[in-house]
């Protein structure tokens, strides 16, 4: 607590002091939305979801960029990975047409929720929504592709490797042979949006991990300005790009 400061003492004996009005203080800055994060663990809290549907983030998201490196086509059906508030299942919904379908996965039921809203204002007919928990996506199997957008991070828990190994199995195993996941993530630093700059994942570690999970790396570009695509394929079929 903050020290009181004091006004000298009245004359007189006995006189109680008399204590002074704290000074104003300058307001504090904003927390950045990485560090509100629950207490309870490492998940985006849904009160800051208007955080993420900044009007400039499609020029600096670059999902077509992001959906044509994974092959996602009319007709494809993919599962967008701690979905949030739905901002990429919509574009992933748009661009599998009416012929695809899109799984909007998150272990929050709030951002379910959130999900649900915004399928039913933007007139979906090709989203479901599926509540998993931090090991078990609870995907069905024959994917074309599993997308991991801006939140690798709050699945990778350093204290508890074991989890975000036994996500990524199950992940693998939800794939086509031919199947894709693709981790979009934020380079290193503390520039531009994404979370603060100690919880961010740099693409080697994430390279390292899904290794040990069974898939191979055959893809690695930079998503400018702030960050990079990983594509891993559960076979290693695709040919490694340099």
Partial sequence: MRAQSREPERRGPGAPPRIA?????????PVPPALRQQRNGRLFPPLDLGLLEGPDREAWQKPDQIM??????????????????????IRLARRVGPNGLVYAQDIQEEMIDV????????NLTNVETVLG??????????????????????MNDPSR???????????????KPQGRIGVIDFTAGS??????????????????????AGLRLVARE?????????VFSRDGSARESP
């Avoid at 044509?68 to 299942?89: E, P």
């Avoid at 949006?193 to 994942?201: K, Q």
């Fill in 21 to 29: 009005p704290l000074r104003p203080q300058p307001p504090e800055r």
């Fill in 68 to 89: 044509d490196a994974l092959g996602i086509a009319d007709g494809a059906v993919v599962a967008d990975l701690g979905a949030g508030g739905g901002w990429f299942t």
């Fill in 115 to 122: 999900i649900r809203r915004r399928v039913e204002r933007e």
């Fill in 133 to 154: 928990t931090a090991t078990d996506p609870r995907l069905p199997r024959g994917l074309d592709a599993v997308l991991i957008v801006n939140a690798y991070n709050e």
């Fill in 161 to 175: 490797p074991d989890v975000i190994l036994t996500l990524l199995r199950n992940l693998t195993a939800a794939l």
């Fill in 191 to 212: 520039g531009g949006p994404g979370p603060a700059a100690a919880e961010r994942v740099p693409p080697d570690a994430v390279i390292a991990t899904t290794a040990a």
């Fill in 222 to 230: 930079l998503v400018p300005p702030y960050q990079y695509l990983l």
